[in-house]
């Protein structure tokens, strides 16, 4: 028993009056996963005709046995002289090795009837955490996060799908069937996903933008539960928000004011701010400003040294960044001792040349310097 692709693209009334019978489905939403067709007296008559509508398989069961399958769009005729055709359409040769596994494993049914699967991708499935996850965060250390998002799957083994939750079909299944036990298990694997996306080196707050990643490890962890078993897998996981429990975010506050304080300017820039304050709660002290000007005044006798180092440190940054912003490929005048980048002197009108990497020039004489100190006036040379 199999079926023949009829020549037909089209259904006229007369032709559908000659039929036996004239087995369709409408296109399935994306809330029907599966619609099982039969005839009132639940035999297929031969001649019959059966419809098959884009991103559809159709399967036809005989008490219980699968007689034959297509994933191609077309109208077709039962005929139960024939043998299996398998349109494969898109699934190609992985259409017939799912044959060879399943051919054989029924459904329990006692009647013919057509099983149409949805094989378009089902999306908008939400997800969330029911209580904080744990988080490896490769920056700051063990975390505790709350997620949730949105995610979408396929059925990509129709013969899989068909045999674990075909019993479970009087005339549709839907996804809210499904994504009652469906959903425990993809919060499970998604869990160990984002430990092995903590494992690649991810920050928590990189999680959104890291679909494809968290897609591929999502389908490794559901691998056995959910591809092998139901025929499903993960096309991508849209993590929407995620956010860190109170202790875990004072955690995370500090080690940013830590990270940024112990680059000198921002250290520096933390100590003006808290002196300035510091004069200001003095200044309306509640006991007469006095009082609270003697108390900041032995504030400073025990903080000196620190505002002192904080000044310092803004000192030698600025240094740093007045000796970094003059270019290695600055001139020096070799009359005034200016730097210049232009081919004369700004200020004395020198013509100026294009010193080699190993030459030296005094910065205070602009003489040319073969030692330590400048043969001109007596200034050490570094």
Known sequence: MGLIKSAFTSINSTLHD???????CDSLDNNTLVVKKTTPNGI?????????A??????????GKILDATAEEGIYTFDSS???SLFAGDFGGMFKEMWERFKYNGVPSKEQAVFFINTKEIIDNKFGSSSPLSYPDPEYKNIYIRY???YSFKISDPFAFISNIAGNVKDTYTKEQLLEQANAEF???LDVSLQECASDGVVFSSLPSKQLLIAKHMNEALDETWKTLRGMEVVSVAIEKITPDDESRERIQK?????MYGRSEYAAGRMVDATANAME???SNENGAGTGFMGLGMMNMASGNISESALQMVKENNSKEEKSSKSSTDKICPKCGSHESGKFCSKCGTKLETPKSSEKFCSNCGAKVTGKFCSECGKEVK
């Open 18 to 24: 000659q039929w036996e019978e004239y087995i369709t």
């Open 44 to 52: 297929i008559s031969n001649k019959s005709r059966i419809q098959v």
């Open 54 to 63: 884009p991103g559809q398989v159709a399967l036809i069961f005989d008490s």
């Open 82 to 84: 024939s043998s299996p």
């Open 148 to 150: 949730y998002g949105v």
């Open 187 to 189: 919060v499970s694997a």
């Open 255 to 259: 080690f940013d004011n830590a990270s």
């Open 281 to 283: 709660k003095a200044a």
